[in-house]
């Protein structure tokens, strides 16, 4: 926390607004506007209720087909399924880690009727490749979501993340960059979208004076107490940005990491700017800034005398120090083992050799130096 939250969750009680509506509510929103620069803005519950009202704020049915990033979180296509909808995974490119445009485009080219929305993720806070992929999007007429969920923060040639596509989802989980303990937004330049999310999100009641309702509706809509976390952490939403990517400085630097830029299937590719430490690391493309969110590497096994990722990971945990696996592919998951999928290699390559390394904003010098050090051991140069 920063410091201000409880002042804002002190005047949610002091004036008994409580329930899911009040000046909180109100004034996330609109910090949330204003921080992103998207007109409109509905907070709810969790992330993953701003996707699945995203979905169906784009008419997603039973029995559609939704394109969705195969490299990310489950929340990402889990909403899909709630909607009794087919997921049909894309496969990453190498620059980004994100969604390929060209497997996107070869997936609208085939499935062009049944498909009725495209989820995007900036994956670790890095953002997706926005400009083809809303143009793939747009030449074929489907509306694209954007999981922003990580990646608040972030932005392309100034533009944020949380202003791209037809709806934007940001979550404050726990985890995530800034935390309301459990929350999410929807976001719009579109009116009647974030207006319509309020409604569902608030059990789709009609306007007459007893409960009348023709729509289905959701009890997703965030409460006061839990929005004045929120206006709290917006004011240190920047220093935590800062924080991160901080992090990733100093492990980039003292790890002597070299850029990852392979063809996303081997480390072939990088045979010329071999670091000797068989770290390597996503670099920033032209105009985007990631947030940083988790710092992630990856392990050339063939560089740093076969250790692997897994060596590193179970060598920290012997430590008390946790670190992660990348996402494991959707396509990999037994949950979505039958879905189709467009693939290439690259997340499955990700998966193999990336670790996510302690990333958290409030990381002190001395616990970076301790994962420091405890990473140099293993790979024998400390
Ligand atoms: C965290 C996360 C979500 C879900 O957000 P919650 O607020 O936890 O429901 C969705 N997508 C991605 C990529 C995430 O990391």
């Not at 060209?102 to 989820?119: G, H, M, N, P």
């Not at 990733?248 to 081997?266: I, P, S, T, V």
Request: aromatic share 10%; proline share 4%; with cysteine.
């Amino acid at each position: 926390m920063g410091g201000q939250e409880i002042d804002f969750v002190n005047e949610a009680f002091e004036t008994n607004w409580i329930a899911p509506l009040g000046k909180n509510v109100n004034g996330f929103e609109e910090d949330l506007q204003k921080y992103t620069g998207r007109k409109h803005a509905a907070v709810v519950t969790t992330g993953t209720a701003a996707i699945h009202l995203g979905l169906i704020l784009c008419g997603v049915k039973p029995g559609d087909e939704v394109i969705c990033q195969s490299f990310t979180f489950a929340a990402t296509a889990n909403p899909i399924k709630y909607q009794e909808a087919q997921p049909v995974f894309i496969d990453s490119e190498p620059e980004t880690w994100n969604m390929d445009p060209v497997l996107l485009e070869k997936a609208l080219r085939e499935r062009r009727d049944k498909i009725k929305a495209i989820v995007v993720v900036h994956l670790y806070g890095m953002p997706a490749k926005m400009e083809s992929i809303l143009s793939i999007a747009e030449k074929y007429g489907v509306p694209v979501i954007e999981d922003s969920a990580e990646a608040l923060g972030s932005s392309i040639d100034g533009r944020k993340c949380g202003t791209f596509g037809k709806i934007s989802v940001l979550s404050f989980n726990g985890n995530k960059i800034i935390t309301t303990s459990g929350g999410g937004a929807l976001l719009s330049d579109d009116e009647e979208i974030v207006q319509k999310a309020r409604f569902l999100s608030t059990q789709a009641r009609d306007d007459a004076p007893h409960y009348q309702h023709s729509e289905l509706g959701y009890n997703y809509r965030m409460s006061n107490i839990v929005a004045g976390i929120g206006r709290g952490q917006m004011k240190v939403l920047d220093e935590r940005v800062a924080a991160r990517r901080a992090n990733h400085q100093f492990y980039f630097e003292n790890l002597k990491g070299a850029w990852y830029k392979g063809n996303g299937k081997d480390f072939s590719d990088n045979d010329e700017m071999k670091s000797g430490s068989g770290i390597y690391f996503l670099q920033e493309p032209d105009g985007y800034k990631s947030n940083r969110w988790l710092t992630t590497i990856l392990v050339n096994p063939d560089e740093t005398d076969g250790i692997t990722r897994e060596h590193l990971r179970q060598a920290l945990e012997k430590q008390n120090i946790e670190s992660r696996p990348l996402w494991k592919p959707m396509h990999l998951q037994p949950l979505y083992g039958k879905s189709p999928v467009y693939k290439n290699g690259v997340s499955e390559f990700l998966f193999e050799y990336g670790l996510c390394l302690p990333s958290g904003s409030n990381l002190s010098d001395e616990e970076r130096w301790r994962v420091l050090n405890a990473i140099k051991e293993v790979l024998g140069n400390s």
